[in-house]
T-cell receptor, first 115, second 112 residues
Framework: AQSVTQPDIHITVSEGASLELRCNYSYGATPYLFWYVQSPGQGLQLLLKYFSGDTLVQGIKGFEAEFKRSQSSFNLRKPSVHWSDAAEYFCAVGAYNSGNEKLTFGTGTRLTIIP | DTEVTQTPKHLVMGMTNKKSLKCEQHMGHRAMYWYKQKAKKPPELMFVYSYEKLSINESVPSRFSPECPNSSLLNLHLHALQPEDSALYLC???????????FGSGTRLTVV
């Protein structure tokens, strides 16, 4: 069965500083990997996804992520954060199970931005 | 239309009430999902519908009853809920093939 680990529960970053959120996955085959963002009381918005090809993936809002098979990682990065980036970030792995696609989430990382 | 629409946005219900949550998408996605999310926790899968048929039930109590009337609609019927069922209920749809899900903004449910 697939699983996702986000080791950082809470990260605080100054506005304008760079950001990296960590994600490690466990899955027996080539995974489908996703990063979602959730503002308080809202649904989840897809930031970016990887399932093949270039291991550096560009997403919305200036985010990017790099798939590293050797480290089973899919870390999210942004060169310069904005106050509006404060939110909860979920890494997720998608896998097929008996013909059904199933998305499994990590526990999330809460991002706080300070002026 | 690239959205998943959920109604209502907020719902307060008593433990003896019957209510329904609704979800609609017009993206032609073949799979639709219900997730439950407690505060400060990740979403947890409840049900998966694939081609309008229930394909996954993650051992959800029978007081939650899903229904997929057609390829665009997904309902979640609620009956005799408990206070611990209070949560954000998220609907999602997907094309499959690892292309990710589109989530609705959720229904905030409070059981009193």
């Amino acid at each position: 069965a697939q699983s996702v680990t986000q080791p950082d529960i809470h990260i605080t970053v100054s506005e304008g500083a760079s950001l990296e959120l960590r994600c490690n996955y466990s899955y027996g085959a080539t995974p489908y990997l996703f990063w979602y963002v959730q503002s308080p009381g809202q649904g989840l918005q897809l930031l970016l996804k990887y399932f093949s090809g270039d291991t550096l993936v560009q997403g919305i809002k200036g985010f990017e992520a790099e798939f590293k098979r050797s480290q089973s990682s899919f870390n999210l990065r942004k060169p310069s954060v904005h106050w509006s980036d404060a939110a909860e970030y979920f890494c997720a792995v998608g896998a097929y199970n008996s013909g059904n696609e199933k998305l499994t989430f990590g526990t999330g990382t809460r991002l706080t931005i300070i002026p | 239309d690239t959205e998943v629409t959920q109604t209502p946005k907020h719902l307060v219900m008593g433990m003896t009430n019957k209510k329904s949550l609704k979800c609609e998408q017009h993206m032609g996605h073949r799979a639709m999902y219900w997730y439950k999310q407690k505060a400060k926790k990740p979403p947890e899968l409840m049900f998966v519908y694939s081609y309008e048929k229930l394909s996954i039930n993650e051992s959800v109590p029978s007081r939650f009853s899903p229904e997929c009337p057609n390829s665009s609609l997904l309902n979640l019927h609620l009956h005799a809920l408990q206070p611990e069922d209070s949560a954000l209920y998220l609907c999602a749809s997907s094309q499959g093939g690892g292309r990710g899900y589109t989530f609705g903004s959720g229904t905030r449910l409070t059981v009193v």
